[in-house]
């Protein structure tokens, strides 16, 4: 790629940010240069980014009608899934699928949580509710 | 931090740690250089691989390998330490900054509060350098920034000490002895060769140029797939290709360029510099790939898997001949 071909597309994903990428300069050397974006590159992030969050509203609503945990809500809300999670807390997948059943979960052990909020960066007493929505006053 | 350090804008997080930690130490190497030196290009599909649900594909070596190969090939002594908990790993980082050291982390990228919301996510092999501390924060040279950055303590050990696939461990590097100078010529024949045969002759499906052609296979079978998935799926391929450290096209014009260099090494290798411009052809199919299954995604119209596959299988036949020339250019160097 040329220099003066490397897009500039001021990608909103990237944030106000720029990429180096590697392009051919006018003297025919290869060098870093700045781009602000790609269309490309921005339409699969965006789809990504959409995913992760139909995940977390899918499950928001779980979790208000009673379905699931608050802490199934976190772990999407934060963009984890359940394999991510178990990693995150050396904890057993089908273990924590017990503890998305919201009547477990109640009676989670203080030392159980205590991983799960260490691992989600989230604190015990947030954890084990839904925070608000501005959408639901 | 002893002397003055320079941040450098780089394509790829562990190649640009490489290249400004050697650099501050005293032995001047590009970004290119350091990542051509580390036979750092290669390609792998791994469908039994999950991340998020989707198969691992890397357009690049594993993690760390670009560390480890520059420690060999170039006889830099590097430390790497990793700790059995947070507060170990925490100590040990400041106590190295105190003595003025710069020093390599490795770290989830979504627990980098300086990144921005729009590229966080869980990956856990970003590269960094810490250069200083104040009493609450390190500056960061974080390669794929502009600029120097600032991170909390708290934030900066919970991002390397992450659990899971690739976990850091708190990983730390950094080199006790550095050669002033290295004579570059075996050590760029070396990498190249292994680069070539890496990539033209694994037997296995799953690496080099037959793992390309393994992706390209199962694109064709997404047809048979669910939609959504499908989707996800080619998206997926991009986003491994262009947005996690610039990926597939953006790693074969990082290699265009360590050729480019390696080319006036020798003289202004004539087979060098031909084989810089070859891949810097592959890096724009690479794009083109990129830019066919973004208007795929967007388009109404029903997905043409056929078509994306066969695109992916004109890359790999371009990519095929860049490594035959790299190749014919070793023979002359045996």
């Known amino acids: 790629m040329d220099i003066n071909a490397v897009p500039q597309d001021d990608s909103t994903t990237y944030a106000n940010n720029k990429k180096a990428i590697y392009a051919r300069d006018e003297d025919g050397n290869i060098r870093a240069v700045s781009s602000s974006g790609w269309e490309a590159e921005e339409t699969v992030t965006k789809q990504a980014l959409h995913d992760l969050q139909e995940h977390a509203s899918e499950a928001y609503n779980d979790v208000k009608r009673g379905l699931k945990s608050p802490l199934y809500f976190h772990m999407y809300n934060i963009r984890m899934d359940l394999q991510v999670l178990a990693e995150s807390t050396g904890f057993f997948k089908w273990s924590i699928k017990k503890d998305f059943c919201p009547e477990k979960f109640a009676k989670i052990s203080q030392k159980r949580l205590a991983i799960y909020a260490d691992a989600m960066g989230i604190k015990e007493e947030d954890l084990q509710i839904l925070p608000k929505k501005d959408t639901d006053a | ?334």
């Open chain 2, 1 to 334: 931090m002893h002397k003055e350090f320079h941040h450098t804008h780089s394509a790829h997080c562990e190649s640009g740690v490489m290249s400004s930690m050697l650099r501050y130490y005293g032995l001047n190497l590009s970004e290119p250089m350091v990542f051509g030196l580390a036979s750092a290009l290669t390609f792998a599909y791994l469908p039994f691989v999950k991340m998020g649900g989707m198969p691992l594909i890397a357009y690049r070596s594993f993690p760390k390998s670009i560390i480890k190969n520059i420690r060999k090939n170039l006889n830099v002594k590097m430390k790497l330490e990793t700790f059995s908990n947070k507060e170990k790993g925490e100590k040990r980082l400041n106590e190295l900054l105190q003595e003025g050291k710069i020093v390599g982390a490795q770290t989830s990228v979504y627990w980098l509060p300086y990144f921005p919301e729009e590229m966080r996510f869980h990956f856990n092999a970003h590269n960094l350098l810490v250069i200083a501390k104040d009493d609450k924060d390190y500056t960061i040279s974080d390669p794929v920034f502009e600029e120097t950055v600032k991170c909390d303590f708290a934030a900066l050990t919970k991002a390397r000490f992450v659990k899971g696939v690739m976990a850091p461990k708190g990983l730390l590097y950094y080199p006790i002895d550095v050669p002033k100078s290295v004579d570059l010529k075996p050590v760029i024949v070396k990498a190249i060769k292994k680069v070539a045969k890496l990539m033209l002759k694994t037997p296995v499906p799953i690496a080099g140029i037959k793992g390309i052609r393994s992706l390209a296979k199962a694109i064709e079978k997404l047809e048979t797939k669910e939609k959504r998935y499908a989707k996800l799926f080619l998206g997926h391929i991009v986003r491994m290709q262009e947005e996690i450290g610039t990926g597939g096209a953006g790693f074969r014009y990082i290699y265009a360029s360590f050729l480019k260099e390696s080319s006036e090494i020798f003289d202004n290798n004539k087979i060098l510099s031909e084989a810089s411009e070859m891949f810097l052809e592959v890096g724009d199919e690479y794009r083109e790939f990129a830019l066919m299954i973004a208007k795929a995604l967007k388009s109404k119209k029903e997905i043409n898997f056929k078509a994306i596959a066969q695109k992916l299988n004109s890359v790999a036949d371009e990519e095929t001949l860049a490594y035959k020339k790299l190749l014919e250019f070793v023979k002359e160097y045996k």
